[in-house]
C-alpha cells in the first residue's frame, strides 16, 4: 500500500460536516414520510429492481440486488413490504445480517426513470405459507421473504442517474468490455488468481 497515496484530511464531527454542507431545505424535510402513499405504492408496483442494504452485529455492511418481473415486491399495507428471496448462491448475506441487526435500507429503481424510492425500517424473515405462496413464479415459491416495516421512506431525486446517464443506450458498455462472469470468477479462483489479477489477463476458460 503506498501511503502516500491515501488522503489525510477527513471529517470527524457533525458540526465540520454541515460546515461543508448547510441544513436541506424544508421540502426535503416535509418529503419523508412515515407510511406509503398512493405514489410510494404506484412506484414499487413498476420497480423491477430493489437494492437492500443491510449490516451485521459489528457494522460490517452489505448492499445486494433483487429483481423480478416489476411489483415483485409486495405492498401488504401501508407500514409493510415484502421482498421474496429466490433461489442464489445460498450465501444468504443479508437474511444472517437481519438476524443479528434488523435495520435495514431499501432503494427501488425503475428503468428509465432518473428518480428512485428509498424505504428505511426494520426486518424479519418470514416463511409464512399464506405470504409465499402468492409470490411463486413459474410454480416455484419462495423458501422465505424480507418483510419490512417501514419507519421512514421518501422519493430521492434523479440527479445521479441523470449524471450518469444511465438509461442511455450511447452511454452502455459494450458487450465484452467486461468479461463474462464465469470467466472473471475462473481467474479469481484459480491457485495463480492474485498474479493474474496483477497481470490483467484473462485466460480462463468460460464455465459454461
Not at 440486488?65 to 415483485?72: K, L, Q, S, T
Not at 422465505?144 to 452511454?171: M, N, T
Request: proline share 7%.
Amino acid at each position: 500500500m503506498d501511503e502516500a497515496t491515501l488522503p489525510r484530511d477527513f471529517i470527524a464531527s457533525e458540526a465540520a460536516l454541515r460546515e461543508l454542507y448547510p441544513g436541506p431545505v424544508d421540502l426535503v424535510k416535509r418529503k419523508q414520510l412515515d407510511r406509503l402513499d398512493g405514489h410510494c405504492r404506484h412506484f414499487i408496483a413498476h420497480a423491477p429492481l430493489v437494492l437492500l442494504a443491510t449490516a451485521g452485529a459489528d457494522g460490517r455492511c452489505d448492499v445486494t440486488p433483487r429483481g423480478d418481473a416489476p411489483g415483485f415486491v409486495r405492498v401488504l399495507d401501508d407500514h409493510h413490504v415484502a421482498i421474496p428471496d429466490r433461489t442464489g448462491n445460498n450465501r444468504v448475506d443479508s437474511m444472517r445480517n437481519i438476524l443479528a441487526n434488523p435495520h435495514a435500507g431499501l432503494l427501488f429503481v425503475v428503468p428509465g426513470v432518473d428518480d428512485s424510492l428509498r424505504v428505511n425500517g426494520r426486518a424479519r424473515i418470514a416463511t409464512d405459507g399464506r405470504l409465499l405462496v402468492g409470490m411463486a413464479v413459474e410454480g416455484r415459491t419462495p423458501k422465505a421473504a424480507i418483510v419490512i416495516a417501514i419507519e421512514e421512506v421518501f422519493l430521492h431525486c434523479g440527479r445521479a442517474f441523470k449524471r450518469s446517464r444511465a438509461w442511455d443506450p450511447a452511454r452502455h458498455v459494450a458487450k465484452g468490455t467486461i468479461p463474462p462472469l464465469a470467466v472473471m470468477l475462473a481467474d479469481q479462483t484459480r491457485p495463480d488468481a492474485e498474479e493474474t489479477a496483477l497481470l490483467g489477463q484473462s485466460e480462463a476458460a468460460p464455465l459454461y
